[in-house]
T-cell receptor, first 113, second 113 residues
């Protein structure tokens, strides 16, 4: 295991409520990513971080925000959840520096009703 | 932009059959290419990679060769087992500072005894 913990593993929430997903790593890797996985789309990048307080948008960032106040934690927030954000969310980490190999967490199944 | 087109599934094979999952890519430059595997209820794991043209990645009996002339990276295995049942993702190195990967839509493989 790459030392990545995602929490919660499952969450059911209602439309319009805020939701925060947490990713914690013990590897001290510089890069952290949030992906969502949907049928027919594979994995799509939401946001990523290249260091503490350094984040940037990915392919599908609308409706999501992130924060990274410590190397080991990367938070994904849905300010006001919508049904279209029902998905499986994966956190990933990488060493960076040209090493593109990603290590993935076990995922968070989020259902927005 | 960079993208990956992957063979649609699902694929169902009998044990010991030969497996091919097609993957082609569009990219500028010479990206690294990857195959990831996702077992039920888990995150993605790197299966194999190739970093330049004509490289062959291999792992656990799976192989894929980086073909620049056909922009392909097809996954093959000579004799599949029930334990190979999973979803397989082809991915392309993003060649940007994000160290990101672009994923195909995934191919579900089911191997029956």
């Amino acid at each position: 295991d790459a030392g990545i913990t995602q929490s919660p593993r499952h969450k059911v929430t209602e439309t319009g409520t805020p939701v925060t997903l947490r990713c914690h790593q013990t590897e001290n890797h510089r890069y952290m990513y949030w992906y969502r996985q949907d049928p027919g789309h594979g994995l799509r990048l939401i946001h990523y971080s290249y260091g503490v307080k350094d984040t940037d948008k990915g392919e599908v960032s609308d409706g999501y925000s992130v924060s990274r106040s410590k190397t080991e934690d990367f938070l994904l927030t849905l300010e006001s959840a919508t049904s279209s954000q029902t998905s499986v969310y994966f956190c990933a980490i990488s060493l960076g520096g040209g090493e593109e190999k990603l290590f993935f967490g076990s995922g968070t199944q989020l259902s927005v009703l | 932009g960079d993208s990956v087109t992957q063979m649609e599934g699902p694929v169902t094979l009998s044990e010991e059959a030969f497996l091919t999952i097609n993957c082609t890519y569009t990219a500028t430059g010479y990206p690294s290419l990857f195959w990831y595997v996702q077992y039920p209820g888990e995150g993605l794991q790197l299966l194999l990679k190739a970093t330049k043209a004509d490289d062959k990645g291999s792992n656990k009996g799976f192989e894929a060769t980086y073909r620049k002339e056909t922009t392909s990276f097809h996954l093959e295995k000579g004799s599949v087992q029930v334990s190979d049942s999973a979803v397989y993702f082809c991915a392309l190195g993003g060649q940007t500072g994000a160290n990101n990967l672009f994923f195909g839509t995934g191919t579900r493989l089911t191997v029956i005894p």
